[in-house]
């Protein structure tokens, strides 16, 4: 639909509301009502971006190309394939010949129940318009859709025999309808209809096919489901030929040869579709559990990954790795924190995007850039650990960076790095939301099935992720190079996606298994289900109850089809809910710990955080699981005493957390290493060390391992070294000794665990997919604002007999016609049609109704905003009474 149709058709004025059967989308926009165009604003967000002036402006842009792919990509596959029934349906279509495409000769009762729907649908979102005698889908839809020879259609169908044979010459249309048995015609046109009814003739057309050769039927039975073209040789075998003869395969170039819609339809006995999908698939149960276990499981995974990220980001306290120059962590630097982590490198990805997509993780900035905690990791620390998980979760539902991408490569060939640029795909938290809602519709406890779940997401959005692919030409039955008989071509599956109608998200290229594009939404659901389990969102499968807290679904009970919009509720209030329903499944924290004679500690569960802080400086964790073994090593207790605690400190700390007394050997190895501690000072020359023990120096010297420092002696307790503090330490620490660093004052430098953070940082905003859904206000208000310009654009006025006004164009008149016209308005209280321009010069019509006239301004109620405005009289172009005084 064009724009200038469009334009024409708004002016007309019985396009509403003397019954007519609308003549174009604009016609039947404007005769619904306000919930119709409510309903249709709300299914396409991108048509409120900015909000249209009238109706015809909203058709407009309802017909562009990008707004119906995007409109296409959100129709589950049953509303798709009536779509595509209807771009290979005459235009228009009454719905009789919908339903005949959808089921065929055999009735189906589960189509008839659902074409409705389907329809209503397509009416909702202004893909189709007209009432059930004239259906017609949008020429956009309808071009996308619709076969052609460079994209075949996903029904499988070919053209039509009128559009098959554009531009044949008439004596050979003559031998075609000739060797088919009919009379020889005056025109081409009444010959291609003579074809044409042939074939659409059940009778006549089965008895034209039981005069041809097995041969030939084969032929038409590799073409039939498409893809309708084949190629032919210059002398095709016999039974290419006589299918050619009559008309059953026509030419599409010199070396192709196409089956006409109308025959294909025959043979299909009517059906546009080789399968068609009325109902969704259902979501079926793996295992079920008692809904106990299912949170119990759940919980237990959610300790564990509110443990991980602690380690993760305790581990990088003093600064993590390097930022590549391109951004991101490099491989090597991902396989370290693996191994740190001891989980595997796609688990390990995945931890690092939750905590930075959550704002717990950044860049510092710096020239020599690292990672590092933010403040905000300290604030998320202080929170209780049921609110701490809901936060990570809450995160993670509505982040776009997807860790499953990397290690592939983006379109230029690049790899992609954890934490870097290229991880973005905006489809992702609705996919997550989805996956999650399926698995509610599940009773409590109940582990759904992981591939019934990703065919229901492919019946949601079956063009979403990436289109149905094309395979390589495929030789007909029996048939050797050079036979001549016809080759099927290229083309896509029945249900598969329409030309040009792809997500566009951007995903790397790759291959499923059977060698087909690789579809971004299955992906997307797969790492779903994976991250759920690592997250603690589900437990052993199942969904557990916090989770469908945090989704806004039923605790109890199965979520119906109807309810699984639920996540748009508040998500901190859905959070809360969450929080509180986990917290009673963690384990409780601990204030003690076990002491044991092998130097290690024992923490029989989550240890609260003062304790957890001190004893991660004074020991190293050995073992993890449901009890955390720490080892406490010479290193260990160096560690504490350089965070500037004392031996003294050190024993009334494991007094007073521990159940049992403290080992002796533990107690001698604090003392030791404590006496230890200090008695090598290291400071700046570029360093230096000083020790009263004049003997420990000289050892120091004589030892072989101290050469690379280059040391040597400026006093009997000085010795200086052309390395750094840092590496003066680092080496003394190697050879056995316990040196602590001192300021140029001479006193004790402490060293914190928790000393760096990063500067404040903002958390990544998702990419969003889309323009918002708009709430109702925004709804209510657009609606409004629409139908008020569509009554100004609309409205029937009287024009100036000298002046005429052209359609569409603003009304002109002098000054002084503006200023008396306003003013008789004024006092009879009456409506007036105005031209006016704004400060940025643009152009509008507009109704109001004033009420005072002065100054050079106007006041008046204005229809078209709905509400009392003043205008410069100065800015108005000009003024024309309307036909009559209705205006509402």
Same mark, same amino acid.
């Given at each position: 639909?064009?724009?200038?149709?469009?334009?024409?058709?708004?002016?007309?004025?019985? =396009?509403?509301?003397?019954?007519?059967?609308?003549?174009?989308?604009?016609?039947?926009?404007?005769?619904?009502?306000?919930?119709?165009?409510?309903?249709?604003?709300?299914?396409?967000?991108?048509?409120?971006?900015?909000?249209?002036?009238?109706?015809? &402006?909203?058709?407009?842009?309802?017909?562009?190309?990008?707004?119906?792919?995007?409109?296409?990509?959100?129709?589950?596959?049953?509303?798709?394939?009536?779509?595509?029934?209807?771009?290979?349906?005459?235009?228009?279509?009454?719905?009789?010949?919908?339903?005949?495409?959808?089921?065929?000769?055999?009735?189906?009762?589960?189509?008839?129940?659902?074409?409705?729907?389907?329809?209503?649908?397509?009416?909702?979102?202004?893909?189709?318009?007209?009432?059930?005698?004239?259906?017609?889908?949008?020429?956009?839809?309808?071009?996308?859709?619709?076969?052609?020879?460079?994209?075949?259609?996903?029904?499988?169908?070919?053209?039509?025999?009128?559009?098959?044979?554009?531009?044949?010459?008439?004596?050979?249309?003559?031998?075609?309808?000739?060797?088919?048995?009919?009379?020889?015609?005056?025109?081409?046109?009444?010959?291609?209809?003579?074809?044409?009814?042939?074939?659409?003739?059940?009778?006549?057309?089965?008895?034209?096919?039981? /005069?041809?050769?097995?041969?030939?039927?084969?032929?038409?039975?590799?073409?039939?489901?498409?893809?309708?073209?084949?190629?032919?040789?210059?002398?095709?075998?016999?039974?290419?030929?006589?299918?050619?003869?009559?008309?059953?395969?026509?030419?599409?170039?010199?070396? /192709?040869?196409?089956?006409?819609?109308?025959?294909?339809?025959?043979?299909?006995?009517?059906?546009?579709?080789?399968?068609?999908?009325?109902?969704?698939?259902?979501?079926?149960?793996?295992?079920?559990?008692?809904?106990?276990?299912?949170?119990?499981?759940?919980?237990?995974?959610?300790?564990?990954?509110?443990?991980?990220?602690?380690?993760?980001?305790?581990?990088?306290?003093?600064?993590?790795?390097?930022?590549?120059?391109?951004?991101?962590?490099?491989?090597?630097?991902?396989?370290?924190?693996?191994?740190?982590?001891?989980?595997?490198?796609?688990?390990?990805?995945?931890?690092?995007?939750?905590?930075?997509?959550?704002?717990?993780?950044?860049?510092?900035?710096?020239?020599?850039?690292?990672?590092?905690?933010?403040?905000?990791?300290?604030?998320?620390?202080?929170?209780?650990?049921?609110?701490?998980?809901?936060?990570?979760?809450?995160?993670?539902?509505?982040?776009?960076?997807?860790?499953?991408?990397?290690?592939? &490569?983006?379109?230029?060939?690049?790899?992609?790095?954890?934490?870097?640029?290229?991880?973005?795909?905006?489809?992702?938290?609705?996919?997550?939301?989805?996956?999650?809602?399926?698995?509610?519709?599940?009773?409590?406890?109940?582990?759904?099935?992981?591939?019934?779940?990703?065919?229901?997401?492919?019946?949601?959005?079956?063009?979403?992720?990436?289109?149905?692919?094309?395979?390589?030409?495929?030789?007909?039955?029996?048939?050797?190079?050079?036979?001549?008989?016809?080759?099927?071509?290229?083309?896509?599956?029945?249900?598969?996606?329409?030309?040009?109608?792809?997500?566009?998200?951007?995903?790397?290229?790759?291959?499923?298994?059977?060698?087909?594009?690789?579809?971004?939404?299955?992906?997307?659901?797969?790492?779903?289900?994976?991250?759920?389990?690592?997250?603690?969102?589900?437990?052993?499968?199942?969904?557990?109850?916090?989770?469908?807290?945090?989704?806004?679904?039923?605790?109890?009970?199965?979520?119906?089809?109807?309810?699984?919009?639920?996540?748009?509720?508040?998500?901190?209030?859905?959070?809360?809910?969450?929080?509180?329903?986990?917290?009673?499944?963690?384990?409780?924290?601990?204030?003690?710990?076990?002491?044991?004679?092998?130097?290690?500690?024992?923490?029989?569960?989550?240890?609260?955080?003062?304790?957890?802080?001190?004893?991660?400086?004074?020991?190293?964790?050995?073992?993890?699981?449901?009890?955390?073994?720490?080892?406490?090593?010479?290193?260990?207790?160096?560690?504490?005493?350089?965070?500037?605690?004392?031996?003294?400190?050190?024993?009334?700390?494991? /007094?007073?957390?521990?159940?049992?007394?403290?080992?002796?050997?533990?107690?001698?190895?604090?003392?030791?290493?404590?006496?230890?501690?200090?008695?090598?000072?290291?400071?700046?020359?570029?360093?230096?060390?000083?020790?009263?023990?004049?003997?420990?120096?000289?050892?120091?010297?004589?030892?072989?391992?101290?050469?690379?420092?280059?040391?040597?002696?400026?006093?009997?307790?000085?010795?200086?070294? &052309?390395?750094?503090?840092?590496?003066?330490?680092?080496?003394?620490?190697?050879?056995?000794?316990?040196?602590?660093?001192?300021?140029?004052?001479?006193?004790?430098?402490?060293?914190?665990?928790?000393?760096?953070?990063?500067?404040?940082?903002?958390?990544?905003?998702?990419?969003?997919?889309?323009?918002?859904?708009?709430?109702?206000?925004?709804?209510?208000?657009?609606?409004?604002?629409?139908?008020?310009?569509?009554?100004?654009?609309?409205?029937?006025?009287?024009?100036?007999?000298?002046?005429?006004?052209?359609?569409?164009?603003?009304?002109?008149?002098?000054?002084?016609?503006?200023?008396?016209?306003?003013?008789?308005?004024?006092?009879?209280?009456?409506?007036?049609?105005?031209?006016?321009?704004? =400060?940025?010069?643009?152009?509008?019509?507009?109704?109001?109704?004033?009420?005072?006239?002065?100054?050079?301004?106007? /006041?008046?109620?204005?229809?078209?905003?709905?509400?009392?405005?003043?205008?410069?009289?100065?800015?108005?172009?000009?003024?024309?009474?309307?036909?009559?005084?209705?205006?509402?």
């Amino acid at each position: 639909m064009g724009i200038g149709e469009l334009d024409r058709e708004a002016h007309v004025p019985d =396009a509403t509301g003397n019954g007519a059967a609308p003549r174009t989308l604009a016609e039947a926009l404007r005769s619904g009502g306000d919930e119709a165009l409510g309903a249709l604003l709300r299914a396409r967000p991108d048509l409120l971006s900015p909000v249209p002036n009238d109706l015809t &402006q909203l058709a407009t842009r309802a017909g562009t190309r990008a707004s119906v792919v995007r409109a296409l990509e959100r129709l589950d596959r049953f509303v798709l394939q009536t779509a595509e029934a209807l771009a290979v349906a005459p235009d228009p279509a009454p719905y009789s010949v919908l339903l005949g495409l959808l089921t065929g000769d055999a009735a189906d009762a589960r189509i008839e129940a659902a074409l409705p729907r389907a329809v209503a649908v397509l009416r909702e979102q202004a893909l189709v318009w007209g009432d059930d005698e004239r259906l017609r889908l949008v020429r956009t839809a309808r071009e996308l859709l619709a076969p052609s020879p460079q994209h075949p259609s996903p029904t499988g169908l070919g053209p039509t025999v009128a559009e098959a044979t554009a531009g044949m010459s008439p004596g050979r249309l003559q031998e075609i309808i000739a060797t088919a048995g009919l009379p020889a015609t005056h025109d081409p046109v009444s010959a291609v209809a003579a074809l044409t009814e042939l074939f659409t003739d059940r009778t006549r057309m089965a008895a034209l096919l039981d /005069t041809a050769p097995p041969e030939a039927l084969k032929v038409l039975d590799r073409l039939v489901w498409g893809p309708p073209y084949g190629e032919v040789t210059a002398d095709p075998a016999p039974p290419v030929r006589w299918l050619r003869d009559r008309g059953l395969l026509l030419p599409a170039s010199p070396r /192709t040869l196409v089956l006409p819609r109308e025959a294909a339809l025959h043979l299909r006995g009517g059906r546009a579709h080789r399968a068609p999908e009325p109902t969704a698939p259902v979501v079926e149960v793996a295992r079920d559990y008692r809904p106990q276990v299912v949170d119990n499981a759940a919980a237990g995974q959610a300790y564990t990954a509110l443990a991980t990220v602690e380690e993760l980001l305790k581990s990088w306290d003093q600064g993590g790795p390097q930022v590549l120059r391109a951004g991101g962590l490099s491989v090597r630097d991902l396989r370290r924190t693996a191994t740190a982590l001891d989980v595997p490198e796609p688990t390990a990805a995945f931890w690092l995007e939750l905590v930075y997509g959550a704002g717990l993780l950044a860049s510092d900035g710096e020239a020599d850039e690292r990672y590092a905690p933010t403040p905000a990791y300290d604030d998320w620390l202080d929170l209780p650990p049921a609110e701490r998980w809901a936060r990570l979760a809450s995160v993670w539902l509505s982040a776009t960076r997807t860790s499953g991408l990397v290690g592939t &490569q983006d379109a230029k060939g690049r790899t992609l790095a954890a934490l870097g640029p290229g991880l973005d795909r905006a489809p992702a938290p609705e996919v997550r939301h989805r996956v999650l809602a399926l698995q509610a519709t599940l009773p409590p406890g109940s582990a759904a099935d992981r591939e019934s779940v990703l065919a229901r997401l492919r019946w949601d959005r079956p063009l979403r992720g990436g289109g149905a692919g094309t395979a390589g030409p495929a030789r007909g039955p029996g048939a050797a190079p050079g036979s001549g008989t016809a080759t099927a071509a290229g083309g896509g599956a029945a249900g598969g996606a329409g030309r040009a109608v792809t997500a566009g998200t951007g995903q790397p290229g790759g291959a499923a298994a059977d060698g087909g594009p690789v579809d971004l939404r299955e992906q997307l659901a797969r790492w779903t289900l994976d991250e759920a389990e690592l997250l603690g969102i589900t437990g052993r499968g199942a969904l557990a109850s916090p989770a469908r807290a945090l989704l806004n679904l039923p605790l109890a009970e199965a979520a119906s089809d109807d309810a699984l919009g639920g996540h748009d509720c508040e998500p901190a209030v859905a959070a809360s809910r969450a929080a509180t329903l986990l917290a009673p499944l963690l384990p409780e924290a601990v204030d003690h710990v076990l002491l044991q004679a092998d130097l290690t500690a024992v923490a029989p569960g989550p240890l609260r955080r003062p304790l957890a802080d001190t004893l991660s400086v004074l020991a190293d964790v050995e073992s993890k699981g449901g009890a955390t073994v720490y080892r406490f090593t010479p290193a260990s207790v160096r560690r504490a005493l350089d965070a500037g605690r004392t031996a003294s400190d050190l024993h009334d700390f494991l /007094t007073a957390h521990a159940r049992t007394p403290v080992p002796q050997p533990l107690a001698y190895l604090i003392d030791d290493v404590a006496r230890r501690h200090g008695h090598l000072r290291v400071g700046a020359a570029s360093s230096y060390v000083r020790c009263d023990d004049e003997t420990m120096l000289g050892e120091i010297l004589a030892d072989r391992r101290s050469a690379a420092l280059r040391l040597r002696r400026l006093a009997p307790t000085v010795l200086a070294a &052309q390395a750094d503090p840092a590496s003066m330490l680092d080496g003394l620490r190697a050879m056995g000794y316990a040196p602590a660093a001192e300021s140029a004052e001479g006193d004790v430098l402490i060293t914190r665990a928790d000393a760096y953070r990063t500067p404040p940082r903002t958390a990544p905003e998702p990419v969003p997919d889309g323009p918002p859904s708009p709430d109702a206000t925004l709804l209510g208000a657009a609606v409004k604002a629409i139908r008020a310009g569509d009554r100004a654009a609309t409205v029937v006025r009287k024009e100036p007999a000298a002046t005429p006004v052209a359609a569409g164009s603003l009304p002109r008149t002098s000054a002084a016609e503006t200023l008396a016209t306003v003013q008789a308005a004024a006092l009879t209280g009456s409506a007036v049609w105005i031209g006016y321009v704004n =400060a940025e010069g643009a152009a509008s019509q507009r109704v109001i109704a004033p009420v005072r006239v002065e100054g050079g301004f106007v /006041t008046g109620y204005d229809h078209t905003a709905d509400e009392v405005r003043t205008y410069p009289l100065h800015r108005i172009t000009g003024v024309a009474e309307l036909a009559d005084e209705e205006t509402a």
